[in-house]
């Protein structure tokens, strides 16, 4: 056999044996590779995963946000819409919110709200309660603008009248309601025969509660680390917070279980009908009046003369002390000059109010406490004092409002004839009515994350999730 024959089978020997050791293990190493690598994929997903949905400190719904949106682009979106009117004592708002069910858990996530406002509010309407009707039916077409038409007949509609109706005598009240109870018959939105009524103040207490905290993503982990909302209406003003001490569930009588995304807590709540800010300012401006309607008051600037004022229905013209009234010397520089101007004797005024205050609120214990929100009148006081910018909120002492109260009573202003009254019984209302310090700091918001603060979040979510 020839060299060059050898040669030849030997190839072919070596072409149909078996492959190269090397080659094979080669192989094997990234088989391995390509499995470790598809572990701890697996692995840092079901970790993310875990982290988002159960970590405390991070909310529960940001683990859902990619999903949803997938799901949003393939059609797989659950919106629910709800409509919550707010008849309130000093005007009616409407709230049209809409959600959607996220995909994974079925929580409902806020994606927007219609928000419209008109003045007055339904009380003022006790004795025309059709021209009172007029203006709830105006709000209601701004809602059917909100939400299309095909959710009409699945969209919850509700009217909750607050402290304003409370304090009607119950025939007008009663009046009032029924007429809506009428208009709603033929609205394309669903109702029952409870759509409509005069809204407990526990349950607007726990609603501005849960709405507060919910859009400050507080539910995510223990309820003792969610927030107190203070809620200062017209007619009465709420104090709600997450209930963890002793002394302040031994007060059965104030506790209630409030729906959050994830279950059931205890919270106290206390609703004050008579210390909303307009209640309190009638009693104030009225004290020792009797029913007169023509008053003069300790709290009112001396240059304000005959102020006409409506609330409840009535108008009231009120004066400052026309007569024995203390006076400042107005002061040019280093030098005080010879123009005297009119103020409220502060000292004086605070009495009076602190008077009403005490008389009226029990301090809850558990409140210091606590990390405070503050809205309604409490924000728009603040803003119109210059304690915070109007369109971004902030925080401030308690003891500034005093500080602005102070001012307010040595200036005669005739734009803002009820500026002194009013501060001096915020900062009264917050330190001797609610047994806050001078230096407890106070959040001040209108909104948060883009959405207003108001009951009727909490209203519309109970009435969907409740």
């Not at 009248?161 to 304090?167: S, V």
């Not at 029913?291 to 300790?298: A, F, L, R």
């Not at 001040?444 to 979510?461: D, M, P, R």
């Amino acid at each position: 056999m020839s060299n060059s024959e050898l040669r030849r089978r030997k190839l072919k020997n070596s072409a149909n044996g078996k492959s190269n050791p090397t080659k094979t293990k080669k192989k094997s190493t990234d088989a391995k590779i390509h499995q470790s690598l598809l572990c701890l994929i697996l692995s840092g997903t079901v970790l993310t995963i875990f982290i988002v949905l159960y970590t405390d400190q991070i909310p529960w719904y940001l683990g859902h946000k990619a999903i949803d949106n997938i799901a949003k682009k393939f059609g797989y979106d659950k919106p629910s819409h709800v409509v919550v009117i707010d008849a309130g004592s000093t005007g009616s708002r409407v709230l049209a919110f809409t959600f959607h069910e996220s995909y994974l858990g079925g929580k409902l996530i806020l994606d927007k709200e219609l928000f419209k406002y008109t003045k007055p509010g339904l009380s003022s309407f006790a004795n025309d309660p059709q021209k009172g009707v007029e203006t709830i039916e105006n709000l209601l077409e701004a809602a059917k603008n909100e939400i299309p038409r095909e959710y009409w007949p699945k969209t919850p509609l509700i009217l909750k009248a607050t402290a304003g109706l409370r304090l009607l005598p119950p025939e007008k009240a009663e009046n009032l309601l029924n007429s809506v109870k009428e208009l709603f018959k033929k609205t394309p939105f669903l109702t029952n025969d409870e759509s409509v009524e005069i809204m407990d103040g526990t349950d607007e207490g726990i609603f501005s509660w849960f709405t507060v905290n919910f859009l400050s993503e507080k539910f995510s982990g223990n309820p003792a680390n969610t927030v107190a909302a203070l809620d200062l209406g017209g007619g009465s003003t709420q104090v709600t917070f997450s209930a963890v001490t002793p002394a302040s569930l031994k007060e059965t009588d104030r506790i209630h279980k409030a729906i959050t995304p994830n279950g059931f807590v205890p919270v106290y709540t206390h609703s004050y009908l008579g210390l909303g800010l307009m209640a309190a300012r009638k009693e104030i401006v009225t004290l020792d009046h009797g029913k007169n309607t023509t008053v003069i008051s300790e709290c009112i600037n001396p240059i304000i003369k005959q102020k006409k004022w409506t609330y409840g229905g009535k108008d009231y013209f009120v004066s400052g002390l026309q007569e024995n009234f203390p006076i400042r010397k107005k002061k040019d520089n280093d030098f005080y000059v010879g123009e005297e101007i009119p103020i409220v004797d502060s000292k004086k005024c605070t009495k009076i109010i602190q008077n009403y205050v005490i008389k009226m609120a029990k301090p809850p214990s558990e409140l210091p406490l606590k990390t405070i929100f503050a809205f309604s009148y409490y924000f728009d006081r603040a803003t119109e004092a210059g304690l915070i910018d109007e369109s971004k909120g902030g925080k401030v002492k308690v003891g500034s409002f005093k500080k602005a109260a102070e001012t307010a009573c040595l200036t005669a202003n005739t734009e803002q004839p009820f500026m002194c009254l009013d501060l001096t019984f915020i900062w009264v209302l917050l330190e001797k009515g609610l047994g806050l310090s001078s230096e407890t700091t106070v959040h001040l918001y209108k909104k948060i994350n883009g959405h207003e603060i108001s009951w009727a979040l909490g209203a519309g979510y109970d009435l969907l999730r409740g």
